[in-house]
């Protein structure tokens, strides 16, 4: 099994900045893409923003130029580093990991942390 643990959410005011970050741990062999998606109060869940193991990035326009998503390889890890926050980006945050367990599994399974909540006020 595969658990990803977030952190770093809390009450900040507008145009402040928080830095979340989610670690993987148990049966990994390999991880591809890591992801940060969002879901607010009577909204679905959206994306924020993916890197793959090569770091390429992909960013919700919403997020764009303020967001930054970023991953440590050899721990596991993935960060967003959110700034200019806006009463708008109020929502519990998820990591997502798409996790290879062995050398003798060729596919990969999606992972989801428990959310950590993000509160801006205005």
């Known amino acids: 099994q595969v658990q990803l643990v977030e952190s770093g959410g809390g009450l900040v005011q507008a145009g402040g900045s928080l830095r979340l970050s989610c670690a993987a741990s148990g049966s990994i062999f390999e991880i591809n893409t890591m992801g940060w998606y969002r879901q607010a109060p009577g909204k679905q869940r959206e994306l924020v923003a993916t890197?793959?193991?090569?770091?390429?990035?992909d960013y919700a326009d919403s997020v764009k130029g303020r967001f930054t998503i970023s991953r440590d390889n050899a721990k596991n890890t993935v960060y967003l580093q959110m700034n200019s926050l806006q009463p708008e980006d109020t929502a519990v945050y998820y990591c997502?990991?798409?996790?290879?367990?062995?050398?003798?599994?060729?596919?990969?399974?999606?992972?989801w942390g428990q959310g950590t909540q993000v509160t801006v006020s205005s």
């Open positions: 997502n990991a798409d996790v290879r367990s062995s050398r003798w599994y060729t596919t990969y399974a999606r992972y």
């Open positions: 890197i793959t193991s090569g770091r390429s990035t």
